[in-house]
């Protein structure tokens, strides 16, 4: 049976991502202001289809809709990623506990382990956005590993924030050499069935990324005062 095409997709389904596109590159920074007819005129569509949009990236926590004003788009708050990593500490330390007592095969662990080679071989290219969507596999994989469809979805509620936390300081930061070694830890007590190990690696790696981040966005706002 011959696969149907794929429908093509709305103005507002276009215009979400254009303007996610657009944040996540910096193309509308953080703390910009924005008409809706300036936006939709930049996407070459009417303004019904990008106010749709900015509806679901303001649920989103990326943007907020101001009346008769259009959009500013919201800056990352170090105050915001303290609380999003606090969640994601609790959250992905027990993923990483409940994997480890499953016990995964090694065709279960293959994508942790693709996902630290490809981080490896990012840095020692010093290519930081490769690195970073290795990471995001990498905790994407470990959460989905973790076998707890509710925590996946609340770890995936505060992807989008933490993605642009990420781009906003990955070329402040240092090469994240440490990182690497917290994800062969965590890998291999997750392989030997080391559940309170997992866990507690887990934890420290994700509380020392969590200063680090929250320093870094503290920092990248002063500068921009």
Do not use: C
């Amino acid at each position: 049976m011959a696969a149907r095409p794929e429908k093509p997709l709305s103005n507002t389904q276009r215009a979400l991502q254009e303007l996610r596109r657009m944040i996540f590159t910096g193309e509308l920074p953080g703390g910009s202001d924005h008409l809706e007819s300036e936006l939709a005129e930049r996407l070459g569509m009417s303004r019904t289809p990008v106010r749709e949009a900015a509806l679901m990236l303001e649920s989103q926590g990326l943007l907020e809709m101001r009346p008769r004003k259009g959009v500013r788009i919201l800056p990352v708050s170090p105050e915001d990623m303290r609380e999003i990593y606090e969640v994601l500490t609790e959250l992905e330390s027990l993923a990483a506990e409940r994997a480890a007592r499953a016990k995964p095969g090694a065709d279960d662990l293959a994508q942790l382990e693709r996902a630290i080679a490809d981080m490896d071989a990012a840095l020692a290219r010093e290519d930081r956005e490769a690195w970073a969507e290795a990471d995001d596999r990498f905790h994407g994989e470990l959460v989905r590993l973790g076998g707890n469809s509710r925590v996946a979805a609340i770890v995936a509620m505060m992807g989008d924030q933490v993605r642009r936390a990420k781009a906003v300081t990955l070329y402040i930061r240092p090469l994240p050499t440490q990182s690497n070694s917290d994800h062969r830890e965590v890998l291999d007590a997750i392989r030997r069935g080391d559940a309170d190990a997992a866990r507690r690696l887990h934890r420290a790696h994700r509380e020392r990324a969590r200063e680090m981040m929250v320093s870094l966005l503290e920092r990248h706002r002063l500068s921009s005062l």
